[in-house]
């Protein structure tokens, strides 16, 4: 009886350090991730949880036991389809709809279900984002296709930077370099008029905007600390995007 009884407390353990991991590696925030941890355990039985959420770590146990455990967070990135699927099947699992055991095999493979984007249309995706919001910061339509093309350029530099050297914030300056370079190049080859409002345009999809605002409910709701790596993270991606364009202009303004 007691090996039952520490298997399924294991198994919530493993079941809520899962979800909460998914959650916190898809952008999620600290307080929501905690809530569905506690939310899982509370439907299993154990109502007594206590859980603390970190940028970089998660951590869980029960009152009622001497069980915790640690899970680390080492990759960070945005898709919220997968907090969104990870909610749904925390409140199927309130209401009865599958059991724990399925909730666990759910979560262990909602990366191999949840559909992801071609890099194809991830890049021209990036194209449209630059080459409208271009426009709407006051840009105008002589920049209109320039900006399309760079920004996918960009965006092609930063996505293969990652997937070929996976160093932190190198994609960021080396995207942000390239598009301040062609930005250049086109207006001086009179392409396009005017070099400030393609690179506004282009960097769009490079910048940490939903990691700002998640730092920002993080602290405004307690979380100091998560707030603040998530705060210093988007700084520094910031910062290597503005000395990637800063070169530029240094070099050829």
Not at 44 to 63: H, I, P
Not at 145 to 154: L, N, S, V, W
Request: charged share 15%; hydrophobic share 50%; net charge negative.
């Amino acid at each position: 009886m007691d090996n039952v009884k520490q298997n399924n407390i294991q198994l919530i353990l493993d079941t809520c350090l899962l979800a909460g991991k998914i959650m916190t590696e898809s952008g999620s925030e600290v307080y929501r991730v905690e809530d569905t941890m506690n939310r899982i355990a509370e439907n299993a039985g154990q109502k007594e949880s206590v859980s603390y959420v970190t940028a970089t770590g998660l951590f869980m146990g029960f009152r009622s036991s001497n069980f915790t455990q640690l899970e680390n967070v080492t990759e960070r990135s945005i898709n919220l389809e997968k907090v969104a699927l990870v909610n749904t099947l925390s409140r199927q699992f309130a209401n009865q709809e599958i059991t724990l055991e399925e909730l666990n095999q759910k979560l262990a493979n909602i990366n191999s279900e949840v559909p992801t984007y071609s890099i194809t249309l991830q890049i021209i995706a990036a194209g449209i984002v630059s080459c409208t919001l271009m426009y709407i910061f006051g840009g105008s339509w002589d920049d209109f296709f320039a900006t399309f093309f760079i920004g996918m350029a960009g965006f092609c530099v930063s996505y293969f930077t990652n997937a070929w050297l996976s160093i932190k914030f190198l994609d960021d300056f080396l995207a942000s370099f390239t598009i301040g370079l062609l930005a250049y190049l086109a207006v001086r080859f009179h392409l396009a008029g005017n070099i400030d409002n393609i690179i506004i345009g282009a960097v769009m999809p490079l910048v940490p905007g939903v990691a700002i605002t998640n730092s920002f409910r993080d602290i405004l709701a307690g979380h100091l600390l998560s707030g603040t790596a998530r705060a210093t993270e988007a700084i520094f991606v910031a910062g290597s995007i503005g000395i990637g364009i800063a070169i530029i202009f240094k070099l050829f303004m």
